[in-house]
């Protein structure tokens, strides 16, 4: 069956750091893929998704390219902010419903 | 246009006791799904909804859980009796269908003591 597995964090790193959560999936057909973020005390919102192989999906300096040959969906930022501290979850769509990773908590230190 | 809202935000109950999330979909949004989130684990799919008709209910963990959507609005979630395993975040989620994404609430967090 469809599953995702990202890396256990938490991830704690100074600002301005380079950043890289990795996540690979795996699925029968062609998923979309997703990352989403839950900042602290809210919900779950959307960061970033590609729909197909070789899409770079990016938003707020967050970027993940849909590699369909490594089955991977890598997050990056290239200088991370205080305000980026949340916990990042790695996500496909297929079947109509998301299947989530375990989620990565994400410490910035300023 | 107003978002998914859950409520309540946050509930403790005891073990044994009943308990009952709701959600709001985004209106017009035909499609609802539950989620859960267990204490650092993945979020789990529970059951989705299109309308009132209750299209995948694959994820429901046992017969502990009961959801209802009346009239295809808005949609509740009942857990009785509750176990200490139960506790953990209930996310609710809308989607208009057809390749459209989804809108997460905020969550219900529920402890179980």
């Known amino acids: 069956g469809n599953s995702v597995t990202q890396m256990e964090g938490p991830v704690t790193l100074s600002e301005e750091a380079f950043l890289t959560i990795n996540c690979t999936y795996t699925a029968t057909g062609y998923p979309s893929l997703f990352w989403y973020v839950q900042y602290p005390g809210e919900g779950l919102q959307l960061l970033l998704k590609a729909t197909k192989a070789d899409d770079k999906g990016s938003n707020k300096g967050f970027e993940a390219t849909y590699r369909k040959e490594t089955t991977s969906f890598h997050l990056e930022k290239g200088s991370v902010q205080v305000s980026d501290s949340a916990v990042y979850f790695c996500?496909?769509?297929?079947?109509?419903?998301?299947?989530f990773g375990k989620g990565t908590r994400l410490h910035i230190l300023p | 246009e107003a978002g998914v809202t859950q409520f309540p935000s946050h509930s403790v109950i005891e073990k044994g006791q009943t308990v009952t999330l709701r959600c709001d979909p985004i209106s017009g949004h035909d499609n609802l799904y539950w989620y859960r989130r267990v204490m650092g684990k993945e979020i789990k799919f529970l059951l989705h909804?299109?309308?009132?008709?209750?299209?995948?209910e694959s994820g429901m963990p046992n017969n502990r859980f009961l959801a209802e959507r009346t009239g295809g609005t808005y949609s509740t979630l009942k857990v009785q009796p509750a176990e200490l395993e139960d506790s953990g975040v209930y996310f609710c989620?809308?989607?208009?269908?057809?390749?459209?994404?989804?809108?997460f609430g905020s969550g219900t967090r529920l402890t179980v003591v």
């Open positions: 996500a496909l769509r297929g079947d109509d419903k998301i299947i």
């Open positions: 909804f299109v309308k009132e008709s209750k299209q995948d």
């Open positions: 989620a809308s989607s208009q269908g057809g390749g459209y994404g989804y809108t």
